[in-house]
């Protein structure tokens, strides 16, 4: 996907009207996913790549393998000694509101979304 259409979609997310939690990033470059919020406008520099504060220190866009947004995930707070129910995210809604912003190149499964940088 296109820096442009990066930063498009980091632009919609920022004005969706709930958090979309569990989020998961894939970089090329790794063979690890990270858990880390979609909300990265102010972390990005020149719509090319991240700041020190992003997803991924310094890393450009076009090293973003895929997104992924859960269906299901776990409460930050939850633990051992305090388990909290897992939290949700209405994926139908998000894809319903990402489809009146562009054509991004979602892959649906039962666990969520994948918001793919590559073909799928």
Same mark, same amino acid.
């Given at each position: ?14 004005? @969706? ?55 299901? @995930? ?5 633990s051992a000694k305090r388990p909290l129910p897992e939290r949700y995210n209405n994926i139908a809604a998000?894809?319903? @509101? ?19 940088? @590559?073909?799928?």
């Open positions: 996907m296109s820096n442009a259409k990066w930063c498009k979609l980091f632009e919609a997310v920022s004005h @969706y009207e709930t958090a979309i939690g569990g989020v998961r990033w894939k970089f090329s470059w790794s063979d690890e996913s990270f858990v880390h919020s979609l909300e990265v406008l102010a972390n990005l520099i020149g719509g090319r790549h991240f700041g020190d504060g992003g997803p991924a220190a310094f890393a450009e866009l076009k090293d973003i393998e895929w997104i992924a947004i859960p269906a299901q @995930y776990p409460d930050k707070g939850s998000i894809v319903d @509101y990402l489809a009146k912003v562009a054509q991004f190149p979602i892959v649906a499964s039962e666990e969520g979304i994948k918001i793919m940088g @590559y073909g799928p």
